[in-house]
T-cell receptor, first 113, second 114 residues
Framework: SQTIHQWPATLVQPVGSPLSLECTVE??????LYWYRQAAGRGLQLLFY??????ISSEVPQNLSASRPQDRQFILSSKKLLLSDSGFYLC????????????FGPGTRLTVT | AQSVTQLGSHVSVSEGALVLLRCNYS??????LFWYVQYPNQGLQLLLK??????LVKGINGFEAEFKKSETSFHLTKPSAHMSDAAEYFC????????????FGKGTRLHILP
């Protein structure tokens, strides 16, 4: 069976500090991978998605970036955090072309102070 | 363009009562539709999915949803609410392309009254 991991689970960072959130998927190969953010009361916002290693598409250009150094690893980064980056970050994956539903990780709660 | 509208950001029902969460979609092609549930500080969990087979779809935890093309609706129901059903529920539609982006509704928070 497939499993998706995210870490850390919670993070408190000062404004202007760097960020690195990691997501890994086990039990499948060549998944599509997605980063979402949930700000308080604002629903789900798609930030980045990737259909393969090194292939990243950005939905919301801002001070965040994403990378996919390995098939089942997806990293969300920032060089300098803003207060507005606070939120709940969710990673998700999908079987390449088999089905259309996405499966979500447990999330990372980021608070920028 | 595809879109999803969930009617009611908050819904309250008594324990044991019928749960009805409303979702209407807009799609230029036959859609794939989903319902997800999110408990506090957790990720989203797939409840059920419609993929153009049976119009009445059964999911986990006793939930089901009916696809009605004429009404462009995909409402979620459960005959008898349980306290453990208190959570936020998201309706979603798939763009059904290689990127497979999913468009999510804004969510409905379900409150269960004792």
């Amino acid at each position: 069976s497939q499993t998706i991991h995210q870490w850390p689970a919670t993070l408190v960072q000062p404004v202007g500090s760097p960020l690195s959130l990691e997501c890994t998927v086990e039990g499948t190969s060549n998944p599509n991978l997605y980063w979402y953010r949930q700000a308080a009361g604002r629903g789900l916002q798609l930030l980045f998605y990737s259909v393969g290693i090194g292939q990243i598409s950005s939905e919301v250009p801002q001070n965040l970036s994403a990378s996919r150094p390995q098939d089942r690893q997806f990293i969300l980064s920032s060089k300098k955090l803003l207060l507005s980056d606070s939120g709940f970050y969710l990673c998700a994956w999908r079987f390449g072309t088999v089905s259309y539903e996405q499966y979500f990780g447990p999330g990372t709660r980021l608070t920028v102070t | 363009a595809q879109s999803v509208t969930q009617l009611g950001s908050h819904v309250s029902v008594s324990e044991g009562a019928l749960v009805l969460l409303r979702c209407n979609y807009s799609s230029s092609v036959p859609p794939y539709l989903f319902w997800y549930v999110q408990y506090p500080n957790q990720g989203l969990q797939l409840l059920l999915k419609y993929t153009s087979a049976a119009t009445l779809v059964k999911g986990i935890n006793g939930f089901e949803a009916e696809f009605k093309k004429s009404e462009t609706s995909f409402h979620l129901t459960k005959p008898s609410a349980h306290m453990s059903d208190a959570a936020e529920y998201f309706c979603a539609v798939s763009l059904m392309n290689r990127d497979d982006k999913i468009i999510f509704g804004k969510g409905t928070r379900l409150h269960i009254l004792p």
